[in-house]
């Protein structure tokens, strides 16, 4: 694996440790089983992004310090220019830049996301994951299928919904193209 996953995995070893909270609890607040756990731990296995959000409001620690080392430190306001998004490259080649990643004590974490095209994408296929909070998608270039519990709808370029995120939810570009969108996530 690569050493930016060893790198947040030590991250989470040593929060979870400074806490005293053990493997097992840290599994079941972020919903992964313990082996799971120490795998991610281990820094043997990918981290998904899901289980990066769930982990940092288990540790109450702001992702941007959990993928970094480093805290956000601005106040008042914060810029991030096109293109230097804090990446983070998590979930089957779907790809996200955090954009509020330097502003201290957020409410909110947007992202600019790009959902890959996976030949034979389908409702029958969509990984689904759960967070807490909201969420909202604005769809900027390329078509979304999105499910959300028992539905299913397709979003279009200027398309949004918002939805409770702590509800089985999952996505996949469709229309053999990528899909590049802006995901909003409240606290």
């Given at each position: ?9 030590e991250r ?7 806490l005293d ?6 599994a079941i607040?972020?919903?992964?089983s ?21 982990a940092?409001n ?6 941007t ?18 293109g ?9 080649g ?17 992202f ?40 299913i ?11 409770d ?5 999952g ?17």
């Amino acid at each position: 694996m690569d050493d930016r996953v060893r790198l947040i995995a030590e991250r989470l070893r040593a929060l979870r440790e400074d806490l005293d909270f053990s493997p097992e609890k840290i599994a079941i607040a972020t919903d992964i089983s313990e082996a799971e756990y120490r795998a991610i731990e281990s820094g043997d296995v990918d981290i998904g992004f899901s289980f990066l959000y769930k982990a940092a409001n288990v540790l109450n620690v702001d992702m941007t310090e959990l993928l970094t080392g480093e805290p956000a430190r601005l106040q008042g306001y914060a810029i991030v220019r096109q293109g230097e998004g804090l990446p983070i490259d998590r979930r089957r080649g779907f790809s996200y830049q955090n954009l509020a990643f330097r502003f201290k004590d957020r409410n909110v974490e947007p992202f600019l996301v790009m959902a890959p095209f996976e030949t034979g994408a389908d409702a029958d296929r969509i990984a689904l994951n759960t967070h807490q909070g909201q969420e909202m998608d604005l769809i900027l270039a390329g078509s979304l299928r999105i499910k959300i519990g028992d539905h299913i709808e397709t979003l279009n370029e200027g398309d949004t919904i918002i939805y409770d995120s702590s509800v089985p939810h999952g996505m996949v570009a469709i229309d053999g193209m990528p899909c590049q969108f802006l995901a909003i996530l409240t606290r």
